[in-house]
Each structure stands twice: as structure tokens, then as C-alpha cells.
């Protein structure tokens, strides 16, 4: 496999459940990222991973908890969620320089679409 | 408030007719654009960038164009083919102080057949 992989492709919880979303990838980057689109709005940047340590969390609510094991596989655990949570949901990775941003594009998931009951 | 904005939530277009999609960013810092590509279901897809020391990159039908001074970019798409019906995002990000892409809300291009 190649690229950054998403699973699962489609997830339907209700608002009391316990789920995860799984982003692996196989770029050899040292870089990973969650992404949220909602409907007509810009990607909103969630949480960033450089070089397995958690470099951004931009008042991202604690009902989203994400988790890096190693630079390849990027977890999102979500507990307790909001209807207005439902979106898509974006992983994506990339080379970090040593200022701690991207050095390059970023590269993307095909996405996890989340519907929150 | 948006640092960078498309202020065209969509763009229709006649097949073999030149696509120009613009973006207007605020921040001065800003220092390498990338533009991205996405169809329903799909993660965006990069496409091309250009640094802030260039005026122009071209990739086969694509060019990006950055004006520095009036803090605007632009992606001309020539000759415009249906299949590049999708969301066109632009991000940016101020790469040399590290910091991490900012996008814009999109542009759904429509190339009529």
C-alpha cells in the first residue's frame, strides 16, 4: 500500500458511543495532521503530530482525543459526541522541517465521513 | 477572520476555455501556496505550489500565479476539461517560521462539456 489510509470510510454513532478513527501512512514522512471539513467551511486544522509528539491542538474540544503510537499510524478516539460533529474527518502527513512545519504538501487521506446521531 | 480567502464559492466554465481560480491571502508571512483538488468522497489531492520567491510555476495545464504585492494567487486551468469538475482549495503557510497550512473554503469548478 502507498499513500495515507483511512479507516473507516463511513461511521454512524450515537452520542453515548466510543469510537475510533485509525489514519496510517506509508510515506516515511515524520509528520501527521487531522483535518475537520464541515459543509461549506474551510478545513479547520485539529491537532498536529511532529516526530510523534503532539506540536498543535487548536481548541479542539476534549471529546476528540488523539493518539500517535509512531510516525506512521495516527489515531482520533471520540467519546461523547455533539450532532454538530458530524463531518468529514482528514488525516493527512507530511515531511517537518526543523522550524516544525510542513517542508512540503500535505498529503491526504480519503477521509473518514463521521454522522453523529 | 480569514487569512485566506476564495471569494468564489463557484466557477462554471465551457470545455477547451481557460479556468481561473483566485485567492487572496493576509498574511505578510506567508511564504509557499499550494494549490489542492478535491472530488466528493475523495481527500484533496495536491496539484501545484510556488514559493514566495516566484512569480509563476506551471505544471502542464496547470499554472499558479502569486502576486506578492496585492497578496494574491491565482491557478489558471488551460484547456479546462470536465474532469476537472471538483473543490479547489488553496492553503498557504508562513513555511519558513513553521507553521502549518491555512485553507481557504474552496471553489467548486463546473467545466461544461
Known amino acids: 500500500e502507498t499513500g495515507v489510509t483511512q479507516t473507516p470510510r463511513h461511521l454512524v454513532m450515537g452520542m453515548t458511543n466510543k469510537k475510533s478513527l485509525k489514519c496510517e501512512q506509508h510515506l516515511g514522512h515524520n509528520a501527521m495532521y487531522w483535518y475537520k471539513q464541515s459543509a461549506k467551511k474551510p478545513l479547520e486544522l485539529m491537532f498536529v503530530y511532529s516526530l510523534e509528539e503532539r506540536v498543535e491542538n487548536n481548541s479542539v474540544p476534549s471529546r476528540f482525543s488523539p493518539e500517535c503510537p509512531n510516525s506512521s499510524h495516527l489515531f482520533l478516539h471520540l467519546h461523547t459526541l455533539q450532532p454538530e460533529d458530524s463531518a468529514l474527518y482528514l488525516c493527512?502527513?507530511?515531511?517537518?522541517?526543523?522550524?516544525?512545519?510542513?517542508?512540503?504538501?500535505?498529503?491526504f487521506g480519503e477521509g473518514s465521513r463521521l454522522t453523529v446521531l | 477572520d480569514q487569512q485566506v480567502k476564495q471569494n468564489s464559492p463557484s466557477l462554471s466554465v465551457q470545455e477547451g476555455r481557460i479556468s481561473i481560480l483566485n485567492c487572496d491571502y493576509t498574511?505578510?508571512?506567508?511564504?509557499?501556496f499550494l494549490w489542492y483538488k478535491k472530488y466528493p468522497a475523495e481527500g484533496p489531492t495536491f496539484l501545484i505550489s510556488i514559493s514566495s520567491i516566484k512569480d509563476k510555476n506551471e505544471d502542464g495545464r496547470f499554472t499558479v500565479f502569486l502576486n506578492k504585492s496585492a497578496k494574491h494567487l491565482s491557478l489558471h486551468i488551460v484547456p479546462s476539461q470536465p474532469g476537472d469538475s471538483a473543490v479547489y482549495f488553496c492553503a498557504a503557510s508562513a513555511r519558513n517560521y513553521g507553521q502549518n497550512f491555512v485553507f481557504g473554503p474552496g471553489t467548486r469548478l463546473s467545466v461544461l462539456p
Open positions: 498574511n505578510s508571512m506567508f511564504d509557499y
Open positions: 493527512a502527513s507530511s515531511q517537518a522541517g526543523l522550524a516544525g512545519g510542513p517542508v512540503g504538501e500535505l498529503f
